[in-house]
């Protein structure tokens, strides 16, 4: 057995996130984003452990506030947090007092009165964290704002990616789905074209936001050219709550246009890993052989979500800058 | 900067502690070895070396990063978190012997935090402290089982110890600190 001397197989380049929040990829650097990753590959760890528990995070409040309903991240952002030792509040839309009609602004300012270290938050409407950041002196972490970003989401993925192909830059990246509503693209795209991947977006054309090329993607409507000699198929999910627009003629119709079926797989590398970031829709975006399948790291993704979502926590946890001017 | 020991004397202290270890532990088949991050990791690596050497025995090498048992993380408002590495100990620490390694003992913080993190990983039968260094000034009740070599130190100097995996070579130097703190 050889032990690493020195630091994770890639290297570091940051030492520190810059200020409180972490509100998208769009705001970080591409040695934060590697802090991350690096941070969270000493996090895995703990997961193997008999006591799967640090003390780092002791005595520190956290409160996940989640607006959207959640299964993946709101427990995965709990498993994280009590695995930090921090103390943790979950507040979700249906059980407090938005239902009675309080703004996200008070919502925020009377949890903020209870002085949390951190909110993790998830709404519907795209740029809530950041109006939150704003007027909350705790840090917040976005765990999905709308149509915008799921920044943590895109970390545990390119998490997922680099641990594979043991890199990200140079590697053909399909993303094929509802590119319209997805946070998940959003985030993904931008950080992926931050550390130099070749990125390709495939969709139906009414599911296509105008202007996405200008984020350095190449997109194409025909899921074969952009899954051609791709290292990793990512396949988004199709949002059945927000399909009343007729954006495509049926589901049955989607799945044989769009859907990720076995054939198309292997018009990719040999190696190609399939990503999905759940919840899956089983014989409409992917086939049930391709979840299930050997190139299939779907249920890895959940597993890497923790320890990544674990090293944003504790790098934002020590207040960062904003406190410095305090 | 005076040298306080150079590549010879490093090398003849890890062999001297690796011959003590010897003598307290008949039975090398229930040690392990767990060196803390970062210099202590080659530490130890060399420590086995030693012992496989002088007794044919491989014992196994583990990796202890203690950033995350910290008794100064968040204390400090402003400033970045501390860089966490990965811990490796892919063996059972149950009833073995454990020498847990670092470069240099100081106030004794980070051993409290090393013994805090092995005792996560299950219950070792026993824990015994080796150090290439041992400068004094100790905070927390902690002494070392073996010692490269003492060094009587005033609070206003520091011990910086360099390693060939690491560094590049082997040194031990004292130096007066900067005004920093």
């Known amino acids: 057995m050889n032990l690493q001397v020195a630091n994770g197989p890639l290297g570091t380049a940051a030492a520190r996130l810059r200020g409180k929040d972490l509100l998208g990829i769009a705001e970080l650097t591409p040695a934060e984003i590697l802090l991350v990753l690096d941070t969270a590959e000493a996090m895995r760890e703990i997961a193997a452990r008999p006591i799967k528990k640090v003390p780092a995070l002791r005595g520190k409040t956290v409160i996940n506030l989640f607006f959207e309903p959640s299964t993946r991240t709101r427990t995965s952002f709990e498993v994280a947090e009590k695995r930090l030792s921090a103390d943790t509040l979950n507040i979700s839309a249906g059980t407090s007092s938005v239902v009675k009609g309080e703004t996200l602004a008070d919502t925020a300012l009377n949890l903020e009165a209870m002085s949390p270290d951190l909110m993790v938050v998830r709404h519907t409407s795209s740029g809530a964290c950041h109006f939150l950041s704003r007027i909350c002196r705790a840090g917040i972490i976005n765990a999905g704002d709308g149509m915008h970003e799921h920044p943590t989401q895109a970390l545990l993925d390119a998490f997922t990616i680099r641990e594979h ?18 946070r998940v693209l959003r985030s993904n795209v931008l950080l992926l074209t931050k550390l130099d991947a070749d990125v390709w977006v495939s969709g139906p054309p009414t599911l296509i936001p105008p202007g996405i090329a200008q984020l350095g993607v190449r997109v194409t409507t025909s899921i074969d050219e952009a899954v051609e000699g ?13 399909m009343q627009g007729g954006y495509f003629p049926s589901l049955r119709e989607y799945f044989t246009v769009f859907g990720l079926t076995s054939q198309r797989v292997r018009r990719a590398k040999p190696d190609v890993i399939i990503m999905h970031p759940g919840p899956m829709n089983r014989g409409v975006e992917i086939a049930s052989e391709v979840a299930d399948g050997a190139c299939s790291v779907i249920l890895e993704q959940v597993a890497n979500g923790v320890a990544v979502r674990m090293a944003v926590l504790y790098l934002l946890a020590g207040g960062g800058e904003h406190e410095a001017a305090a | 900067m005076p040298v306080l020991m150079d590549a010879e004397r490093v090398a003849r202290a890890l062999m001297r502690i690796a ?36 007794t044919g025995t491989d014992v196994p090498v583990g990796a202890l990063d203690i950033t995350l048992y910290r008794d100064d993380l968040m204390r400090h ?105």
């Open chain 1, 165 to 182: 192909k043991k890199r990200l830059g140079g590697l053909k990246i399909a993303i094929v789905g509802d590119l319209l509503h997805s």
């Open chain 1, 230 to 242: 791709a290292d990793v198929v990512m396949m988004l999910r199709i949002q059945l709550e927000r």
């Open chain 2, 19 to 54: 011959h003590e270890v010897i003598e307290r532990n008949r039975d090398l088949n229930e040690l392990a070895l767990v060196g803390i991050r970062t210099r202590g990791v080659p530490l130890a690596t060399r420590l086995r070396a030693n012992l496989r050497e002088i």
């Open chain 2, 77 to 181: 408002p402003v400033g970045p978190q501390p860089l966490v590495r990965r811990t490796e100990i892919p063996f059972s620490i149950d009833d073995r012997r454990i020498l847990l390694v670092d470069d240099v003992l100081y106030t004794g913080r980070t051993v409290r935090a090393g013994l805090d993190a092995l005792i996560d990983f299950g219950r070792p039968r026993a824990i015994q402290l080796v150090v290439l260094v041992d400068r004094g000034h100790r905070e927390l009740p902690i002494k070392a089982d073996y010692v490269g070599k003492n060094v009587p130190t005033s609070s206003t100097e520091s011990v910086r110890v360099r390693l060939q995996e690491i560094d590049g070579h082997d040194l031990v130097l004292i130096e007066k600190e900067e005004e920093q703190k």
